[in-house]
């Protein structure tokens, strides 16, 4: 009963977000107009590409320190380079593996920036920018 009673006196104090949900058949047709908003799309398109770009930056630098060409790699691997699948020194390995946790990272973050773009929609802030939420 503890826990149920701390419920309360949290929910008490919580802020009061602007969202009226009535329990009808439109809140099912617009819990995903809200959750796929081409603002949080572009959100995680950028965060994607900046990832992606890096990892293939980084990957193809490796593949060149461990000694192979450009034209190698690109008739290998194409525009998704695995640097862990060959027998590359440690360096490039630790280059891949930068890269990769980076790549992640930047979609985890993307994911927080998604978040913050939703609790101002919730607020009543529709028009929220793509910079804006970055801030």
Do not use: Q
């Not at 503890?2 to 602007?18: A, D, E, F, T, V």
């Not at 290998?76 to 946790?101: D, H, Q």
């Not at 913050?116 to 919730?122: A, D, G």
């Amino acid at each position: 009963m503890g826990g149920l009673c701390s419920l309360r006196k949290l929910n008490r104090k919580s802020h009061h977000y602007i969202l009226n949900l009535t329990n009808t058949l439109t809140d099912i047709f617009s819990a995903p107009r809200r959750a796929l908003s081409l603002t949080k799309i572009l959100i995680f398109f950028r965060a994607n590409l900046a990832g992606y770009s890096m990892y293939l930056f980084a990957n193809y630098l490796a593949l060149i320190l461990a000694g192979l060409s450009i034209k190698e790699i690109w008739i290998n691997e194409g525009v998704y380079p695995c640097a862990y699948s060959y027998n590359i020194p440690w360096y490039s390995t630790v280059l891949f593996w930068i890269s990769s946790i980076n790549w992640i990272l930047m979609i985890y973050g993307s994911i927080g920036v998604a978040a913050k773009h939703t609790i101002s929609e919730l607020k009543g802030d529709y028009f929220l920018s793509v910079n804006e939420a970055h801030e």
